[in-house]
Every structure is written in structure tokens, then in C-alpha cells.
């Protein structure tokens, strides 16, 4: 087998072996922590029609725009949560693809300069 496939497989089957080892024993509600909640909050009020902004009583209309985070990413959770039954679980799984490809990624850089 081809190494790069071997390190995307071997990065991606041990990255949906520690998620669903996480879910298992920590549970759904666990996904959120650190910084999740201010892209789920943004995803979520994009997806509700009040644009890229937090709720807010100081703010005239009752949201506050944002501009301290990109819009893509939230946007993306955002309309996995709002369609998809178990939305966190799919963007974690995401995030899993995406870091197996980061690895495929280095190990490529590295070819490149060895």
C-alpha cells in the first residue's frame, strides 16, 4: 500500500477511534467546550436570519455583529446543527477528515524537502 494512504487511514481510523471513544464515555454534551459555544451561538443566529452576531440588550435590534471570528466555519456548524440530527457529532467528524488530510499534508512538505 501507498504510504500517504497508509497515514491518511491509519490518521483517520485512529481519529474516529478516540471520537467514538470520547462519545462513549463523555457523551454528546461534551463536544462543546473551550471556544465551541461562540461559533455554535454565531452558527446558530446565522441560520436564524439575524446574521453573523451574539444576542445583546445593549445592542439596537437585539444582536450585536461580530467581527472577531470568521463567518465561514460558524456558518458551517451552524447549518449542520439546524439540519442534521446529531450536528456536533458530524462536525467532529469533519474535523476529524480534516486532520488526517493536515498529516497527509506535513508528510507531503516533508517529501518535498528530504
Not at 451552524?78 to 469533519?94: E, I, K, R, W
Not at 474535523?95 to 493536515?102: E, H, I, R, Y
Request: aromatic residues 20%; glycine residues 8%.
Amino acid at each position: 500500500m501507498n504510504p500517504e494512504r497508509s497515514l491518511f487511514f491509519g490518521m483517520l481510523f485512529a481519529k474516529i477511534l478516540f471520537l467514538c471513544a470520547f462519545l462513549f464515555f463523555f457523551g454528546m454534551e461534551s463536544l462543546i467546550w473551550s471556544d465551541s459555544t461562540t461559533y455554535l451561538r454565531l452558527g446558530q443566529n446565522i441560520m436564524a436570519g439575524h446574521g453573523f452576531s451574539f444576542a445583546s440588550n445593549m445592542a439596537p435590534g437585539g444582536f450585536e455583529p461580530q467581527t472577531v471570528r470568521t463567518p465561514l466555519y460558524p456558518f458551517l456548524v451552524g447549518f449542520l446543527d439546524a439540519s442534521v440530527p446529531y450536528g456536533l457529532v458530524v462536525v467532529s467528524f469533519l474535523q476529524t477528515v480534516t486532520a488526517a488530510l493536515s498529516a497527509l499534508f506535513m508528510y507531503r512538505i516533508a517529501q518535498f524537502f528530504l
